[in-house]
């Protein structure tokens, strides 16, 4: 298995833009999970979806960020204007129903300039 | 609510002694407790949990973890550090098989040679 894909890597964009980040599962995993980590904060949990249902999206910081899950196999985090404070690095990650580990990907750098 | 401190942002130890990372956590219930490591620039690497049985869990790269109930800790250790092992170590805690696990803030391990 490739493990969580995480895209781009790398993103660098200028305030008032809209940022999209993507997510690819691993095949089979039930939940989704995204987080937020910067070295203010450290690692905060945004949103988490089970069998493609939100669940818990308390973490998520303002009305400018969005997420779905349309299929069991891609998710995206939206930003919506960005700004200059959301520059962090934001992890996807993933596990499966009845197993405890959370499996992360690479992570996107963010920078809103 | 659970949570777990890790009260050492910086650990320092010369390569080839013990190292400790210390990790405590409170939960209403039975703990679900894990440690991950970040190497620069990656995304988060599962290392060990303890969910039942033995306290003493053992993981990758030559990692271990005590699991200590009566002080609601679960130290990462290892008995002869690597230069290599120098990165972010995070401890997780989390109440029931199925809900997102909670962060420490992480603890950086420094190994000098």
């Known amino acids: 298995d490739a493990g969580v894909i995480q895209s781009p890597r790398h993103e660098v964009t200028e305030m008032g833009q809209e940022v999209t980040l993507r997510c690819k599962p691993i095949s089979g995993h039930d939940y989704l999970f995204w987080y937020r980590q910067t070295m203010m904060r450290g690692l905060e949990l945004l949103i988490y979806f089970n069998n493609n249902v939100p669940i818990d999206d308390s973490g998520m910081p303002e009305d400018r960020f969005s997420a779905k899950m349309p299929n069991a196999s891609f998710s995206t985090l939206k930003i919506q204007p960005s700004e200059p404070r959301d520059s962090a690095v934001y992890f996807c990650?993933?596990?499966?129903?009845?197993?405890?580990?959370?499996?992360f990907g690479p992570g996107t750098r963010l920078t809103v300039l | 609510a659970q949570s777990v401190a890790q009260p050492e942002d910086q650990v320092n130890v010369a390569e080839g002694n013990p190292l400790t990372v210390k990790c405590t956590y409170s939960?209403?219930?039975?703990?679900?407790l894990f440690w991950y490591v970040q190497y620069p620039n990656r995304g988060l690497q599962f290392l060990l949990k303890?969910?039942?049985?033995?306290?003493l869990v053992k993981g990758s790269y030559g990692f271990e973890a005590e699991f200590n109930k009566s002080q609601t800790s679960f130290h990462l250790k290892k008995p002869s550090a690597l230069v290599s092992d120098s990165a972010l170590y995070f401890c997780a805690v989390r109440e029931s098989g199925n809900t997102p696990l909670v962060f420490g803030k992480g603890t950086r391990l420094s190994v000098i040679a």
């Open positions: 990650a993933s596990s499966r129903l009845g197993r405890n580990e959370q499996f």
């Open positions: 939960v209403s219930g039975n703990p679900y």
């Open positions: 303890y969910i039942t049985g033995d306290n």
